[in-house]
């Protein structure tokens, strides 16, 4: 089965930085990403890690620890656009499996 | 902009009637997975289609189905709606040939069962 845990909301202030964790359980494992989904709208992929270690990708960072089962997404210098929900993915064989997402705000 | 266009984009349907929901993948992708997200939840694989074939299958049930065409485009068919399928339906494209590792998500569509 499958199992990923992240937090549900998030609140930072403009310029600040967060860290969205994601913990999995899977019974396969081909990397892990990060999307971005705006209300109403399609997820819209960040980042992909398949290796342990950091990826960075401007102001979004992500890590990845397989042993762990443990990946973080950063964001730094928030701005009020990246308010949105944020979801942590695991593919398996052939699929995606989600967690419920984290609602990240930002606030002025 | 992902190239993966998903139709209709909202539809409103009464309890037990049947749906087709339409996507069409981004160029060069031969494979399509649909989604489904119920509000404030994560997408849940419902299946994959891969060379028109079924490729692997979440836990929904057989009313569920699908189909793709030679041109890589697919169809969602939902049959005996239930209220429970209110949700939004999101078509994902990529290309096993190349060991892909991302899927291109469309806009998605939004299913309100009555």
């Known amino acids: 089965g499958q199992n990923i845990d992240q937090p549900t909301e998030m609140t930072a202030t403009e310029g600040a930085i967060v860290q969205i964790n994601c913990t999995y359980q899977?019974?396969?494992?081909?990397?892990l990403f990060w999307y971005q989904q705006h209300a109403g709208e399609a997820p819209t992929f960040l980042s992909y890690?398949?290796?342990?270690g950091l990826e960075e990708k401007g102001r979004f960072s992500s890590f990845l620890s397989r042993s762990k089962g443990y990946s973080y997404l950063l964001l730094k210098e928030l701005q009020m656009k990246d308010s949105a929900s944020y979801l942590c993915?695991?593919?398996?064989?052939?699929?995606?499996?989600f967690g419920a997402g984290t609602t990240v705000t930002v606030r002025a | 902009e992902t190239g993966v266009t998903q139709s209709p984009t909202h539809l409103i349907k009464t309890r037990g009637q049947q749906v087709t929901l339409r996507c069409s993948s981004q160029s060069g992708h031969n494979t399509v997975s649909w989604y489904q997200q119920a509000l404030g939840q994560g997408p849940q694989f419902i299946f994959q289609y891969y060379r028109e074939e079924e490729n692997g299958r979440g836990n929904f049930p057989p009313r569920f189905s699908g189909l793709q065409f030679p041109n890589y485009s697919s169809e969602l068919n939902v049959n005996a709606l239930e209220l429970d399928d209110s949700a939004l339906y999101l078509c994902?494209?990529?290309?096993?040939?190349?060991?892909?590792?991302?899927?291109?998500f469309g806009q998605g569509t939004r299913l309100t069962v009555v």
């Open positions: 994902a494209s990529s290309d096993n040939r190349q060991g892909n590792t991302e899927a291109f």
């Open positions: 899977t019974s396969g494992f081909n990397g």
């Open positions: 890690n398949v290796l342990d």
């Open positions: 993915a695991v593919k398996g064989d052939y699929k995606l499996s």
